[in-house]
């Protein structure tokens, strides 16, 4: 399929509410799965599990399709993915927090999956690296004269943010549009 031909074609028109629906059903199919998935696993049923995650995986791919057609992430993705790689490197250490609370709360099962996790969210952050090295344009900071700044997770919007609907939201962790703030 040639993204070109579904991308941002429902952003801003009746339809996009709709499909901004189904996305979120979608994200949600993702969650819902996966997590059925582990409860399988645990049951001792690895061939459920396996169906769970073959769904999950399909959710997921259908929440990016609706994404695309909603235009919720920029084409020119590369400031995007470096926003991403730096929420994933600096996500290691957070998560590694929310083990530590796990710990002290005494849910151990709980604090050595999340340890797992934060491991896995260092990784995603040495891949983007990678990627960003071997394939990104450099990024030309002057090309874009506004720049918006969201405040909680540093994700930086090129461009005049006033522009996009009111229901925009920081792609990575969902902060209004109205919070974000312009970079001097």
Known sequence: MNMESIYSKTKGTEMAGLVNRIMQAEV???????????????????????????????????????????????????????????????????????????RAAGLEDAAKTAENFAKQEGGHGVALAQILEKYAPKIDEATHTLIYVCPVCGYEYAGDITQEPDDYVCPLCGVPKAKFTKKA
């Open 28 to 102: 949600n199919g993702t969650m819902m799965y996966e997590a059925l998935a582990m409860l399988a696993d645990d049951q001792g049923i690895p061939e459920a599990a396996d169906a769970f995650r073959k769904a999950a995986r399909e959710e997921a791919v259908h929440a990016g399709f609706y994404a695309l057609m909603n235009g919720k992430y920029p084409q020119d993705f590369w400031r995007l993915v470096k926003a991403v790689q730096k929420a994933e490197a600096n996500g290691e250490a957070q998560v590694n927090a929310i083990a530590a609370q796990f």
